[in-house]
């Protein structure tokens, strides 16, 4: 890795950093590609972000923000223009600056979930889906769902204010839609999908009860502090096919980079490269 | 070199970046020396700078800033407390956030133009100098130079009231130092110092009349485009012991570190890690 006066950056900005593992991901792939780019890590806390954010995209040599907790929401209130998955998610992960000077975001997790999907040869068009769980992530999923074709969405939330709402985001987008909420019945689905934190904890119950969840049915999870969560291993003993949290991480870089105008690498690739 | 969310910042901020070095210097010596921080180049115009240094400094990772053209004489104003050789350099060129939050500026130019004399065995203690040029680097290594010792320091501009104003910023951190504006004879001197950009161009004329230059003299260049210029080769043939423009740059590195509050190498070991 060079880092010079041409060096363009990408700002990471959230707080705390510690688990920061963008840059353990970008940087890399950067210095093999001969990319001349670098994610920098900054630690900004809530009272100080507004004029953060506009100060970073008043350098000449700034090529995009990542943004983490706890900024996510508040983003959408300081860009000028906030994409639909953004807007439905509520919620927006990556910045850049526009020709015109304009900030734009944008929210790839759902983006990186459904690139992961088709990848493993389930292309959501015309499936019935079910999502569990209606917070940032989950409504990111359900707006790149939504986008992607699906024909029927299911909501579930232990607060159902939570998913009425965020049906009601994606019916603004997507008037024809058929959304239900609060039905977390897993028969006859094309793909289910974990969005809740459970699983991050070994003591956590199942996000859903499985017995009614069929061999036919894609199971999806966000959850990535293990590759198999029970969840996950629940859904493969029934013979499902799946998908682990990590493969929307490294599905949505990709996504990021052509976002911030870099050409993109493969998920392999990159995991190739990605530092621990 | 790793970049994780442990890695902490130092903000390289001027316009344009295009000629910046201390990235190729400071970071190879981190990845060689194990410390987890980045020296990020920032370009920043004039218009942008004040929003962007309060706002870098808010960074929870932030250790330090390093300013460059056009911001050391502006970075004056915007700090809490300017260390007495950047008040009379009129110009900041590194900045740091104290423990009570407060921002500290200081200019380094002249403390690494000193400690490569000491490095080479001269002391300036008790010595005669004369600085060519009273533009921001002339000033800093007169400061550095008052603070050494010097028993008389004699001031040469193309512009006299440069070197008068220089001269009164002098007096005032340093009433009693003998200080004499616009004789630029070199006869007799301890320490003669080119501080003026003549050098930076073939064609340039020398900055003074060396005729009169005794081997006895020793000779310091700011000029670092080239290491021997026309002015250190005609005090090479009159005998006389000489410093290169680079030394001031390499020998003022481990100040900024220790600034910073890292642990701080030699010239030497920062010179074997430089990128070009």
């Given at each position: 890795?060079?880092?010079?006066?041409?060096?363009?950056?990408?700002?990471?900005?959230?707080?705390?950093?510690?688990?920061?593992?963008?840059?353990?991901?970008?940087?890399?792939?950067?210095?093999?590609?001969?990319?001349?780019?670098?994610?920098?890590?900054?630690?900004?806390?809530?009272?100080?972000?507004a004029?953060l954010l506009r100060?970073v995209?008043?350098?000449?040599?700034?090529?995009?923000?990542?943004?983490?907790?706890?900024?996510?929401?508040?983003?959408?209130?300081l860009?000028?223009?906030?994409?639909?998955?953004?807007?439905?998610?509520?919620?927006?992960?990556?910045?850049?600056?526009?020709?015109?000077?304009?900030?734009?975001?944008?929210?790839?997790?759902?983006?990186?979930?459904?690139?992961?999907?088709?990848?493993?040869?389930?292309?959501?068009?015309?499936?019935?889906?079910?999502?569990?769980?209606?917070?940032?992530?989950?409504?990111?999923?359900?707006?790149?769902?939504?986008?992607?074709?699906?024909?029927?969405?299911?909501?579930?939330?232990?607060?159902?204010?939570?998913?009425?709402?965020?049906?009601?985001?994606?019916?603004?987008?997507?008037?024809?839609?058929?959304?239900?909420?609060?039905?977390?019945?897993?028969?006859?689905?094309?793909?289910?999908?974990?969005?809740?934190?459970?699983?991050?904890?070994?003591?956590?119950?199942?996000?859903?009860?499985?017995?009614?969840?069929?061999?036919?049915?894609?199971?999806?999870?966000?959850?990535?502090?293990?590759?198999?969560?029970?969840?996950?291993?629940?859904?493969?003993?029934?013979?499902?096919?799946?998908?682990?949290?990590?493969?929307?991480?490294?599905?949505?870089?990709?996504?990021?980079?052509?976002?911030?105008?870099?050409?993109?690498?493969?998920?392999?690739?990159?995991?190739?490269?990605?530092?621990?």
């Amino acid at each position: 890795m060079r880092i010079d006066g041409h060096t363009e950056i990408i700002a990471h900005i959230g707080y705390p950093t510690h688990a920061f593992r963008a840059p353990l991901i970008y940087n890399p792939w950067f210095a093999k590609a001969g990319i001349n780019a670098l994610v920098v890590p900054m630690g900004c806390q809530a009272s100080d972000y507004a004029p953060l954010l506009r100060a970073v995209f008043s350098l000449s040599n700034i090529r995009g923000a990542l943004i983490t907790m706890p900024h996510k929401v508040s983003t959408v209130g300081l860009l000028d223009e906030v994409l639909p998955g953004a807007q439905i998610a509520g919620a927006v992960n990556a910045v850049r600056r526009l020709a015109d000077g304009r900030l734009q975001g944008d929210m790839f997790d759902g983006e990186g979930f459904v690139r992961g999907l088709r990848r493993k040869g389930f292309e959501p068009k015309g499936q019935s889906a079910l999502v569990l769980g209606a917070g940032g992530v989950g409504s990111a999923i359900a707006a790149s769902l939504a986008a992607a074709g699906v024909a029927a969405l299911k909501l579930f939330d232990l607060n159902p204010q939570a998913a009425h709402a965020l049906r009601s985001r994606l019916l603004q987008h997507y008037p024809d839609l058929k959304v239900s909420v609060n039905d977390a019945d897993p028969a006859g689905l094309g793909l289910l999908v974990n969005a809740t934190p459970l699983g991050m904890n070994a003591s956590d119950p199942l996000p859903i009860d499985v017995s009614r969840l069929g061999a036919d049915t894609f199971v999806g999870e966000v959850v990535m502090k293990v590759d198999m969560t029970p969840f996950l291993k629940a859904a493969v003993q029934k013979g499902c096919r799946v998908q682990i949290g990590s493969d929307m991480l490294f599905e949505q870089i990709p996504a990021y980079l052509e976002f911030f105008g870099f050409s993109a690498p493969t998920p392999d690739e990159l995991r190739q490269v990605a530092l621990r």
